[in-house]
């Protein structure tokens, strides 16, 4: 199964949905309004696009792409690690050789009791390691079988939800939870999901949602019906709201450009989208005495604005200073502001045709007619035996192309 030509291109609609999964995540942090999980499950929307940018790279890079995935997701937690687990085994954590994971967190690394909520978002990096290195294979069996390879996490999660696997390790919960998004970009990636007729789509979105909603009615958490509580209900109503957003959602969306701001606003965050995730929740941690002092309670929609414009103001200040972390590790020259305006490169020099006589601005250069007996050759950008060009696609992180992550909604 080869994939979709329109999927290995940069799309901006794609990178809208980062931006607003990244809010959503920041700002349901802050709040704990658990209705925002419902509105917009972020979390699988963030596993959905990693995973249609892994296949995109497995299908250039083949299986050097889990390096060079791993090789941009870790710089920006060892700069996080160099500030935290000092701090950490400063204030009681031991000392022990697991402090290792956290250079490759291929489980949960040790904290401290306040290290362990203000960096408790690293289950996200955990989880994506694991679909990482799982993603060749995957990859392999998801090209010979789509639908069955589709339907085995949710077939796991069922079975762990049902009783019948009550003992599974974490690594196979989370699979379960959050493993069938992450083939759904798969499944994005390679067209499957846009030619789906509506016929069959929006009905097998509508039976997800409301499988997944009456789980989560009738078996509500100790939040409530906020999705974190609620696995199974999680992943289904999840997996409609991806269907449906990659299913059916625009192939781009150009009309940022007519809001220049907006638009670079969307850059910086898909850019930064590491840094803000792992730093956002440290401020969150740090501001939370703020409401027994000044009586910011969650009640109290402007003391929640006020924290939420402080979590984002201090985020932005890491972000200025270390943010260039992932730049280095994807390639990039390094910026202090993503998105900015590249220098334009100089026109080349008027090229001169015969002795003596150049070519005037704007002059078309004259052609000398083929050899006779030549091969007629397809002009330079015009299609071949009637199929356009399709540019080469970048791997994720490389110029013009982004990456993602974001924080349990």
């Not at 940069?10 to 607003?20: G, K, Q, V």
């Not at 449906?244 to 965050?269: C, I, Q």
Request: aromatic share 10%; proline share 11%; with cysteine.
């Amino acid at each position: 199964m080869s994939p979709d030509p329109c999927r290995l291109m940069r799309n901006r609609y794609l990178d809208l949905l980062r931006f607003l999964a990244i809010v959503r995540v920041v700002v349901y942090h802050v709040t704990g309004w658990a209705t925002l999980t419902l509105v917009f499950p972020a979390m699988s929307v963030m596993f959905a696009l990693a995973g249609s940018l892994m296949a995109a790279s497995l299908h250039r890079w083949g299986p050097t792409a889990v390096v060079r995935r791993l090789r941009r997701l870790l710089p920006s937690l060892w700069v996080v690690a160099a500030v935290f687990v000092p701090a950490m085994l400063l204030t009681g954590m031991p000392l022990s050789p697991k402090v290792l994971l956290w250079l490759f967190p291929i489980a949960d690394p040790p904290a401290n009791d306040w290290g362990a909520l203000a960096l408790s978002v690293i289950w996200y990096l955990r989880d994506y390691l694991w679909f990482v290195l799982a993603s060749p294979v995957a990859l392999w069996l998801f090209r010979r079988a789509p639908v069955p390879t589709l339907l085995a996490p949710y077939a796991l999660l069922a079975s762990v939800e049902f009783g019948l696997y009550p003992t599974a390790p974490v690594v196979l919960r989370e699979f379960g939870l959050y493993f069938g998004a992450w083939l759904l970009g798969f499944a994005h990636q390679a067209g499957m999901l846009r030619r789906l007729a509506n016929r069959v789509l929006l009905p097998v979105a509508l039976v997800l949602a409301a499988a997944g909603g009456a789980w989560i009615v009738t078996h509500p958490g100790p939040r409530g019906f906020d999705l974190n509580d609620n696995h199974l209900g999680n992943a289904l109503w999840s997996a409609a709201f991806v269907l449906v957003l990659l299913g059916r959602g625009p192939s781009g969306a150009a009309w940022l450009g007519r809001f220049p701001r907006f638009d670079r606003l969307v850059t910086v965050f898909n850019r930064r989208a590491l840094t803000v995730y792992l730093w956002h929740m440290p401020f969150v941690v740090a501001l939370t005495p703020l409401v027994d002092v000044v009586g910011w309670s969650h009640q109290d929609p402007v003391g929640l604005a006020i924290r939420v414009a402080l979590v984002f103001a201090l985020v932005a200040v890491v972000t200025a200073l270390v943010g260039w972390v992932e730049d280095v590790a994807a390639n990039r020259p390094p910026e202090l502001v993503p998105g900015g305006r590249r220098p334009v490169a100089a026109r080349p020099a008027p090229v001169r045709s015969g002795p003596g006589r150049g070519l005037a601005a704007g002059e078309p250069v004259p052609s000398s007619p083929p050899p006779a007996g030549a091969a007629h050759l397809p002009e330079p950008g015009l299609p071949v035996s009637g199929r356009a060009a399709v540019p080469a696609p970048r791997e994720a992180g490389e110029p013009e192309t982004v990456e993602l992550s974001a924080g349990r909604p």
